[in-house]
């Protein structure tokens, strides 16, 4: 038996190779990765880290988070990557319900977390970031450093946990998807098959590693071919059009690209070497294709995936990439479109919900065993939510959202959560939460709300909830209305909710 995530990603790693290059111009080796996460794993199992554990991480991104989610594998811990905009009572809840063992955070937020730590039990360490400074005196980073750097492995099977990752529920309550060596192996694995990944090439790596787009698509897929990536800590378009130049690849959310597509230097010459744009987490707009491809004379592979399960399907590498589609399975993914409450499947062409079966789909959600058992169909499927359709070419077309789910800027976003949070600030009698087309972020999240006097100041109810939930959950407008659309049965027609409004950010 052996490390089975771990050892897979490196089967084939040429220790003297690159593998990132940091804003600051350094290097690291895949040498300097293998070391570095094996001091780093040596701190885990000082701190009495034991295989199954979970070791919570809200982190900036560094190469040093990197290390850690690479520690954690090779000492058998389960990885739960967080949000860096969720705010300390959300996070409370994270660590409460995964039963972490370890919480690691900024060093800035040490003092801000103590009281999470001891109202769960959960230990509280930092994470430094290597500087001029070097490091945060007392964290992980500086204790692991002058450790050795060779261990042996934890033996993980491919069935034990590797990572969880929370996803909103409808109902508020966060769900963790829990996801399993061989979920994480096996699609990087046909990621790098299908998009021909290879040693020679760079990544420009511009996306958050919290989310499974940038740790398990864009960084396993990267180890796992044996490539580099040029790391930037976040989205910044002046670095991202300095860096193309050096650059054949790129993965990106199509805010990624609309900000690009805005930038007169982004021209054919200035990509003209490159060989691949990937773009997913949110659907990017047919017009973007189009203005993309007679801007550069390439065209964006678009793909869908999910929290759940990882890249479902692809547009081909080569072949046609059809605009409004998210491809054909990956290699080992069924998928099929079915009738929601029967199950059986529909007629091609027809629209249902989609279903999921491979080796990518997690293993179900932590500690819901009633919630993973509606999730799944008996012969195994996974049910994603997605309204979709196959055309007659096999093209995958999703074409809604079953759950009211947003995604903005890539995250996915649930409306209940939002309302809760709405419906206790002063002055609201009820609200409703949509996303509705925005240029930039794919979705943007609009608040409708029902006043409960006409005092009600919608400035201060965003104020309200500011503690309460991350930048990135919060309205960009409140839309006051006398009253909420009902059908007969009382519920609320988010559907025409969001026809009212679909014009609201267009730039027409």
């Known amino acids: 038996m052996t490390n089975h995530l771990f050892d897979g990603l490196f089967y084939e790693a040429d220790p003297t190779a690159p593998f990132a290059v940091l804003p600051q111009g350094r290097t690291i080796s895949y040498q300097e990765v293998f070391d570095s996460s094996a001091q780093l794993a040596q701190v885990l199992i000082e701190l009495n880290v034991k295989p199954g554990d979970r070791v919570a991480a809200q982190v900036p991104k560094t190469i040093e988070a990197v290390f850690l989610y ?4 090779r000492c058998g811990a389960t990885f739960l990557p967080l949000n860096t905009a969720y705010t300390a009572a959300e996070l ?6 995964s039963g972490a063992k370890l919480l690691i955070c900024n060093p800035e937020n040490e003092q801000a977390y103590q009281e999470i730590s001891t109202a769960t039990g959960c230990r509280l360490e930092t994470l430094g970031a290597s500087n001029d400074l070097g490091f945060a005196d007392g964290s992980m980073t500086e204790r692991a450093a002058g450790r050795a750097t060779q261990i042996v492995n934890v033996d993980r099977d491919a069935g034990d946990l590797a990572a969880i990752l929370y996803t909103s529920g409808t109902t508020g309550r966060s769900k963790g998807a829990m996801l399993s060596h061989d979920n994480l192996l096996s699609n990087a694995q046909a990621l790098v098959e299908l998009w021909q990944f290879t040693r020679s090439d760079v990544l420009l790596h511009a996306l958050p590693i919290f989310h499974t787009h940038g740790l398990f698509v864009a960084v396993n897929t990267s180890l796992l071919a044996g490539s580099s990536m ?9 670095a991202v059009i300095e860096k193309l130049p050096d650059s054949s690849t790129m993965m990106g959310v199509p ?3 609309t ?14 070497h490159m060989r691949l744009f990937v773009s997913g987490s949110a659907p990017l707009l047919a017009d973007t294709h189009v203005e993309f491809e007679q801007r550069t004379g390439h065209r964006v592979l678009e793909r869908y995936g999910m929290t759940e399960t990882n890249m479902n399907t692809s547009n081909p590498f080569d072949g046609e990439r059809r605009a409004g589609t998210v491809g054909f399975p990956l290699p080992g993914v069924r998928v099929r479109v ?8 529909v007629l091609q062409g027809e629209v249902g919900v989609l279903e999921v079966s491979g080796p990518n789909v997690f293993a179900g959600y932590w500690n819901m065993p009633e919630k993973t058992a509606a999730e799944f169909r008996s012969d195994g499927f996974f049910i994603t939510g997605d309204l979709s359709r196959i055309d007659e070419d096999g093209y995958v077309h999703i074409v809604g959202r079953s759950k009211d789910l947003i995604i903005s800027g890539g995250l996915n976003i649930y409306p209940k959560e939002i309302e809760l949070a709405l419906d206790e600030q002063d002055g609201v009698l009820e609200s409703a939460v949509v996303g509705v087309p925005h240029p930039d972020f794919g979705e943007a999240v609009v608040a ?6 006409a005092s009600m100041d919608p400035d201060a109810v965003l104020a309200g909830i500011g503690d309460q939930l991350a930048r990135f959950k919060q309205p960009k407008r409140i839309h006051v209305v006398e009253e909420l659309p009902r059908n007969t049965m ?4 988010k559907n025409v909710l969001r026809d009212e409004l679909n014009d609201l950010f267009s730039t027409n």
Not at 230 to 238: C, G, K, R, V
Not at 490 to 493: N, P
Request: charged fraction near 25%; glycine fraction near 6%.
């Open 92 to 97: 409370a809840y994270f660590v409460e319900d």
């Open 70 to 73: 690479l520690a954690c594998l």
């Open 490 to 493: 009382g519920k609320v027609q």
């Open 259 to 272: 900000r690009l597509l805005g930038d007169d230097r982004f021209n054919r010459d200035l990509v003209a």
């Open 448 to 453: 409708v709300v029902v006043p409960s006097s």
């Open 255 to 257: 805010t990624f690209y």
């Open 230 to 238: 040029i790391f930037l800590p976040s989205f910044n378009l002046d």
């Open 338 to 345: 079915c009738e929601a409450e029967s199950g059986s499947e």
